[in-house]
């Protein structure tokens, strides 16, 4: 590894995974196939929600903006991390370090909150269906989604603010595949980080309210399902509502475990482990829970790839469905 003296650099030195090049070629391929794939199914699912006149309700809506989350989010650290490993070097510069903690955190919220919009959307859906054009209307769409970015943004700035007003005292060195707040405070002088706990804790808090609010639309579209007395229709809620809870617990706990836990001045393999749960897995795993399996998707999919047209009949019907709001189906496809 090129060797920087880290007592005088500006920037930071991310140790990554481990100090063998051999293994960081490997590290380096793993991310490498997981990006590409979180690229591949994010792109696809917003060019197919964008350009097919068939995609265009609140629930396609929200989730193109999953996909533009995802998207960014995952860009925000493997690509650099994967320069690193190949280039056996982990220097990062202080303004980079800046960047990456203010996207890194404002995508990280941003997530959260699209989910939590999301699961309103599925809510609003099955349990108000009389009301759902009203409460889903493109202007509410359009208000949820400017609110899902803004409170991303002051997310971002507060991580920011309070992360990089601390004073370094320790070696700039972060043993980490990239500059996350919990490893950057380990950095800083003894109380001198109280600040980022203040900001660490508030988010937990509305995060949490965010994972109560989610829990509580489930409940009550499994208690509404389970009055139609149809086992298709329930193994349907089940299979497409059970992965999306996973994958929104799988995210949170990962993630405020990872900024809330006691830091500890020995680097462990769980937290690097844990890093990946709540950075490079949701991103390449949402496309396929939230989206490819949806019938509806796969038939613009198809209709993207081999060039073909939806009959005039199927393209009607599928719209038509889901502007009266009466089943739904759609959803649970």
Not at 98 to 126: K, P
Request: charged share 10%.
């Amino acid at each position: 590894m090129i060797m920087t003296n880290v007592t005088t650099m500006s920037g930071f030195l991310l140790k990554g995974f481990s100090d063998d090049h051999e293994l960081q070629i490997l590290h380096a391929l793993f991310f490498l196939v997981i990006y590409l794939l979180a690229l591949a199914g994010n792109i696809i699912i917003i060019t197919i929600t964008t350009l097919d006149q068939g995609l265009q309700s609140p629930m396609y809506y929200f989730l193109k903006h999953l996909s533009l989350l995802d998207l960014t989010f995952i860009s925000v650290t493997v690509p650099q991390s994967i320069d690193n490993s190949l280039a056996d070097n982990g220097y990062i510069s202080y303004g980079q370090c800046v960047l990456q903690v203010f996207f890194f955190t404002s995508l990280g919220w941003a997530e959260m909150a699209i989910l939590t919009v999301m699961s309103y959307d599925r809510y609003a859906s099955i349990c108000l269906p009389l009301n759902y054009e009203v409460i889903m209307d493109p202007r509410n769409c359009k208000w949820f989604v400017i609110a899902v970015w803004l409170s991303g943004g002051i997310s971002g700035i507060l991580y920011t603010a309070a992360t990089f007003s601390i004073t370094f005292c320790r070696a700039k060195i972060i043993h980490h595949f990239f500059c996350d707040v919990p490893q950057l405070s380990k950095l800083s002088c003894s109380t001198n980080n109280m600040g980022v706990i203040g900001v660490s804790l508030f988010v937990s808090v509305i995060a949490f309210i965010c994972f109560i609010f989610i829990i509580f639309s489930y409940i009550h579209i499994f208690s509404t399902v389970l009055r139609i007395h149809s086992a298709e229709g329930q193994s349907k809620v089940y299979s497409t509502c059970l992965p999306h809870l996973f994958v929104v617990s799988f995210f949170l706990c990962t993630g405020v475990f990872a900024y809330l836990k006691p830091t500890s001045d020995s680097p462990t393999t769980s937290d690097l482990v844990t890093s990946i749960f709540y950075t490079v897995i949701p991103p390449a795993l949402n496309p396929i829970i939230y989206s490819l399996r949806n019938e509806t998707m796969k038939a613009a999919l198809r209709k993207l790839l081999l060039g073909e047209k939806l009959t005039r009949e199927k393209t009607c019907f599928l719209h038509c469905r889901w502007m009266s709001n009466t089943t739904h189906k759609e959803l649970f496809e």
